[in-house]
């Protein structure tokens, strides 16, 4: 994707002047080094700005919330969509609405932070494009539900034993009924 077609804020100022690309870059930052402060300043100007740069910052956070805090708080995305179906039953004008984006951001500032589905993402798109990275699909998942398992006869053993293989898998699980189908399925 291009910058400029990324960059939907380039060139348009918040209501006191400030580069609209400048605050929301700013923002971001901030959040990520837990400068909370900051970072609910830069929050604040952009959701007295106008409506729409307010729904652009919801937007951000939300992206923020598995971006930058991804599985440092696996929680984030639900927090910050809550919070976000909170602040839209108040008109724009309410005072109140600050709330909801004040705690928004000093949640995710103060929040465990790891990009690693970010960075996945990165290497995917280059990977992918540059040919180094392909999808697989391993024989395990030919099972009953495709053709090809259903062609090799693979039915509900085959499907049991190795296509309903979870893993990493809860220790001491209760596995009776795994079992009693098994038995079924070998009689």
């Known amino acids: ?14 209501c006191h002047g400030l580069p609209t690309d400048q605050v929301l870059s700013a923002l971001q930052k901030e959040i990520r080094r837990n400068n909370t402060e900051n970072a609910v300043l830069l929050a604040y100007e952009m959701m007295i700005t106008s409506p729409a740069m307010e729904a652009h910052l919801w937007r951000r956070l939300m992206i923020i919330s598995v971006e930058d805090i991804g599985f440092g708080e696996p929680n984030a995305p639900v927090m910050l969509s809550t919070l976000y179906q909170m602040v839209k039953t108040f008109d724009w004008a309410d005072d109140e609405r600050a709330l909801f984006t004040v705690h928004a951001v000093r949640y995710l500032c103060g929040c465990r932070k790891d990009r690693s589905s970010d960075e996945m993402v990165a290497w995917i798109k280059h990977a992918v494009s540059r040919g180094e990275a392909e999808v697989n699909i391993p024989d395990y998942a030919l099972d009953m539900h495709t053709a090809e398992g259903r062609a090799k006869g693979r039915g509900l053993e085959h499907f049991y034993k190795e296509g309903a293989k979870v893993v990493p898998e809860l220790p001491n699980r209760d596995v009776t009924y795994r079992q009693r189908i098994l038995e079924m399925l070998e009689t």
Do not use: C, H
């Not at 994707?1 to 918040?14: D, F, P, V």
């Open 1 to 14: 994707m291009s910058a400029e077609k990324r960059n939907l804020w380039g060139g348009e100022k918040t």
